[in-house]
């Protein structure tokens, strides 16, 4: 007769421990918004392989398109065939001869881009965005990225980069990113685009992307 007291206090218990999860805030659910791993071979600017293959239910991830001041080349994504092959396709970004640091970047569009928006009724609380890069070849002129958004604009100040880091790692050796998205500018949203810029120096040189994932909450 003892059985139904003891089941009730241990149900109690796990209610107890349970209650301060709900409504913990943004943090509760965090999940993957979108997710772009570029895993399928494209020659074209559109089309497969530019899509998200992860999208949080309650959201829409626009496909990602490339500046039109990115050169005209065989293929964006696929396998380089030379050199230390990826184990994955990636996105291969060759932005041209005039582009040898970040503010150029900026100023002459070197740029890929993709937008996020919320169901109506919701909206979206980002954390962060995270992707890996690498050099497309072992020169060792500057090459790296900028990130950006349309909450502070795309003017080429620095005061306007979320964030932009050289990368020193090269094919097949992939640098992770994470870009802290946490803050207030980046809450309560109901649409979001981002802009990632490449600055290479000297032509055929590139930078390699895979895996750009924007993490956070729809509510």
């Known amino acids: 007769m003892t ?6 206090r241990f149900l109690t218990v796990l209610i107890s421990l349970a209650l301060p999860l709900v409504g913990a805030g943004p943090a509760w659910g965090q999940n993957v918004l979108a997710q772009y791993p570029f895993n399928e071979m494209n020659c074209d600017r559109v089309g497969p392989g530019y899509e998200a293959t992860v999208v949080d239910p309650n959201a829409l991830a626009s496909d990602v398109t490339l500046s039109d001041s990115l050169p005209i080349v065989g293929c964006y994504i696929y396998q380089p065939a030379c050199c230390n092959a ?8 060759e932005v041209g001869n005039t582009n040898s640091d970040p503010v150029f970047a900026v100023l002459l569009d070197k740029y890929f881009q993709f937008t996020v928006t919320a169901n109506p009724g919701h909206v979206l609380n980002l954390s962060s965005l995270t992707f ?25 100040d620095p005061a306007s980069f979320i964030d932009t880091q050289e990368v020193t790692t090269t ?44 993490n956070g909450t729809v509510q």
């Open 132 to 156: 890996d890069c690498a050099r497309g070849g072992t020169s060792g002129l500057p090459r790296g990225w900028v990130l950006m958004s349309d909450v502070a604009g795309f003017c080429a």
């Open 3 to 8: 059985g139904v007291p003891v089941r009730l």
């Open 86 to 93: 990826y184990d994955t396709l990636v996105l291969r970004i």
């Open 171 to 214: 094919r097949n050796v992939m640098s992770s990113f994470s870009v802290d998205l946490s803050g207030a500018a980046y809450q309560n949203l109901t649409e979001i685009t981002f802009r990632v810029y490449s600055y290479v120096t000297g032509e055929g040189r590139s930078l390699e992307y895979r895996n750009l994932t924007l």
